[in-house]
């Protein structure tokens, strides 16, 4: 008998698990092999046509398959095909740095359908903060659709429920429950966690790390911080604190925003004068390059990863700081990874929180309830 196919001495709650590993099956099925008819899934899950039907039933019923008119020209009776309906529910991925929020909506594939920003100073005070990103996420819905889960990214430690533990850069943060406050905005689940963790995901999920299991990143600028990813999984550690390495590198001549604030330029006008050949900016490119380097040394030698992600402000020293960087990396570390920079530019952290977001929806044992 096919496990997947309750028999004699099957309980309730064995039916149940094996309808939720057939829901499973089937939406798994569908993401992989778009178009696909009732036959073509049968061999393809072992599932039979009675199962299947009752499955696809009750998910197009749910609005996660839709059913295409069968190809007309052939021969024979044409069949009918399947696909997974992504546009069925939204992700809403929403990232506080001390200086902006923004938010970006993605359909449960990850196609970004709607983005949103706005700047918010460092001193605002958390409700004002919070209603600043609530006005965003619910243009951003407006513009997509059902919100089904949310993820938000923060500077600061995130514990596992989504409560900020330690924030010393936004007002009136520490001691927030972020992943419910944000919950309630749409009556839907929600996770949260560090940004720079988050932004090792998104790059994993969308970037630079797509073809890498073991991802060190370094988010440079404003939000500044580190995020990993090992096996393919944020790595949020015990506490949430993983990667957070503000006090071991305990001077602010690490902080890229720090550095460029005192020099009175932004990262895209010193690496331009420096190109000119201004020696200045050549000594200020080169301070950025060494303080970049230092940060990812301490995690690839701790994790020696597969790749160094460098994204955030310094990503538009393009080619030339890439290249200074990895060259100090070989001089701090014993094995040095492949180094890239980032290619998803300031949705680098909201995208990684909206994959938290689709993720959590995944895992939960109704499959992708709303």
Not at 16 to 24: C, G, P
Not at 83 to 107: H, N
Not at 113 to 124: D, G, L, Q, W
Request: proline share 5%.
């Amino acid at each position: 008998m096919n496990p997947s196919e309750p028999g004699p001495g099957f309980s309730g709650a064995d039916t149940t698990l094996v309808r939720r590993w057939n829901r499973r099956t089937v939406l798994a099925t569908l993401r992989a092999h778009p178009e696909v008819t009732l036959s073509a899934m049968a061999k393809l899950t072992g599932l039979s046509r009675q199962t299947l039907t009752a499955v696809l039933e009750e998910l197009t019923a749910r609005g996660l398959v839709e059913a295409h008119a069968p190809a007309t020209g052939g021969s024979g009776r044409p069949a009918r095909r399947y696909a997974f309906r992504a546009t069925a529910g939204y992700a809403l991925g929403l990232s506080f740095s001390p200086s902006q929020v923004r938010v970006v909506a993605t359909d449960l594939e990850g196609r970004i359908a709607a983005r949103e920003s706005a700047a918010v100073p460092a001193a605002v005070p958390a409700p004002e903060r919070l209603a600043t990103a609530r006005e965003l996420a619910e243009r951003a819905a407006a513009q997509a659709g059902p919100v089904w889960t949310i993820g938000a990214a923060t500077t600061g430690v995130v514990d596992a429920d989504g409560r900020v533990l330690r924030s010393s850069q936004i007002a009136g943060w520490t001691g927030l429950d972020l992943a419910g406050t944000v919950s309630r905005w749409f009556g839907c689940a929600a996770v949260a966690g560090n940004d720079g963790t988050l932004a090792a995901l998104g790059e994993k999920w969308q970037g630079a790390a797509r073809y890498a299991d073991d991802v060190a990143l370094i988010l440079s600028g404003r939000p500044s911080g580190q995020g990993i990813v090992l096996g393919g999984r944020a790595h949020h550690g015990r506490s949430g604190a993983a990667a957070e390495l503000g006090r071991l590198l305990h001077d602010q001549t690490w902080n890229a925003a720090a550095v460029l604030d005192e020099a009175g330029r932004t990262a895209q006008e010193v690496f331009d004068a420096a190109a000119r050949g201004e020696e200045e900016a050549g000594k200020l490119s080169t301070h950025l390059a060494h303080h970049t380097a230092r940060a990812a040394s301490v995690l690839v030698s701790v994790l020696d990863p597969e790749l160094v992600v460098i994204a955030g402000d310094l990503t538009v020293g393009g080619r030339p700081f890439l290249d200074a960087v990895r060259s100090q990396l070989e001089m701090m570390c014993i094995n040095v990874p492949a180094v890239a920079l980032s290619v998803l530019g300031d949705e680098v952290v909201p995208l990684g929180a909206a994959r938290m977001a689709l993720d959590a929806l995944e895992a939960d044992e109704y499959v992708l309830k709303p």
